[in-house]
């Protein structure tokens, strides 16, 4: 992000959401997680389920930060390469995370490799709303926001699935369906579903397009911070109202990304971010903030490497069926005997970790383009 006054706003929330995605994604056993860090089974929302539509949100914040002034100027070839280079590396990380196994040759068997996934998902979005932001203005952005939302309802509620309106159920939508029949089961993340699959892929990009629309609003200079604000809490309250109507007839569903949960998500999204924007850019009180902003700073490399290391713990045995994930757990839950708080305070452990592992890059003036 490149502007005369930085908008460290933009930094805490996005550490913020990485932490939180460390957070949901490590605790120390599954079977003892506290309700608000788990997602919805399926209709629903939990604050789990806020997090991954939030970094979607800030990478459209990102891409109208990093390419209005290119957008104004002139659009070259090293713009749509660098684009491109960002994209191929992050969903080659995320096959990366998929695909890693302690056996020889280190890669598992192709044919049961997951090709869905977050970094894959946060790839082609970044793909194509950058490509979407830089020939479209804001009124084409918006009249296609419409249009996504309003045709993924269509075909979700509407389009037959044999002779019948599709009911939403696991497995029986056409988001499922689709993956399912392109992916097959053995490359998706259960074998019924997949909730980064290829539709559902069409409304996370209108989540990164709203997210779109608040950073051209903090990019105006026609407009005082105050006023900037209104238009953060106007959006905010008007996306959830109209989202929380609609998810009575097509409910909230991170799994599908329903239109419903585009707006309930993006409204939350605009709502803290306009506290935060608040607190720290309008009244100065950035000082909190900080470690935010050094999580913040390496934030993908930071994700990456807790989810890989995170997959060799689990595959890392140091004794008869242990590993070494387990090992340490045992150790925790010895001292903490209430099992769902030992499991909160490993996954707080972790990112206490990380959080030094990203504040020594901070140090070092280290940040790691992905």
Not at 3 to 10: A, D, F, P
Not at 34 to 56: E, K, M, N, R, V
Not at 58 to 66: D, K, L, Q, R
Not at 283 to 302: E, L, M
Request: net charge positive; aromatic share 16%; with cysteine.
């Amino acid at each position: 992000m490149s502007t005369t006054k930085r908008i460290l706003s933009v930094d805490i929330f996005r550490g913020i959401t990485i932490a939180a995605m460390i957070l949901v994604n490590t605790p120390g056993t599954w079977s003892n997680v506290y309700a608000p860090f788990l997602h919805a089974d399926w209709h629903g929302l939990t604050p789990t389920d806020l997090i991954f539509p939030f970094f979607l949100f800030i990478v459209g914040m990102s891409i109208a930060f990093a390419y209005t002034k290119k957008k104004a100027s002139g659009i070259n070839f090293d713009v749509y390469k660098k684009i491109s280079s960002r994209t191929f590396k992050l969903i080659l990380l995320g096959l990366i995370l998929a695909g890693f196994t302690l056996s020889f040759p280190f890669v598992k068997d192709l044919s049961q490799l997951r090709i869905p996934g977050v970094l894959q998902r946060i790839g082609v979005v970044f793909f194509i709303a950058s490509l979407l932001f830089l020939h479209l203005n804001w009124k084409a952005l918006l009249s296609l926001f419409v249009v996504i939302l309003v045709g993924y309802f269509l075909i979700m509620t509407q389009l037959p699935m044999n002779g019948e309106l599709p009911v939403l159920t696991r497995g029986y939508d056409w988001a499922s369906v689709i993956d399912i029949k392109v992916l097959t089961s053995s490359h998706t993340y259960k074998p019924d579903y997949d909730p980064e699959g290829i539709l559902s892929t069409l409304p996370s990009i209108a989540t990164s397009i709203f997210g779109m629309f608040l950073g051209m609003i903090l990019l105006n200079k026609n407009r005082s911070q105050q006023e900037k604000l209104k238009y953060f809490i106007i959006i905010g309250a008007v996306a959830l109202i109209i989202g929380y109507l609609w998810d009575m007839i097509f409910p909230l569903n991170k799994a599908l990304w329903t239109s419903s949960f585009v707006l309930v998500t993006g409204g939350w999204a605009s709502l803290i971010y306009a506290l935060i924007y608040y607190i720290a850019d309008i009244k100065g009180h950035n000082d909190w903030g900080k470690p935010a902003i050094i999580f913040g700073s390496n934030a993908i490399t930071v994700y990456f490497l807790s989810s890989f290391v995170s997959k060799c713990f689990h595959l890392i045995k140091i004794s008869e069926g242990q590993s070494i994930h387990g090992f340490l757990y045992e150790i925790l839950s010895s001292i903490i005997t209430i099992p769902k708080l030992s499991s909160l305070i490993y996954a707080v452990l972790v990112i206490s970790f990380y959080y030094l592992v990203a504040w020594v890059l901070y140090k070092k003036k280290i940040f790691i383009k992905v």
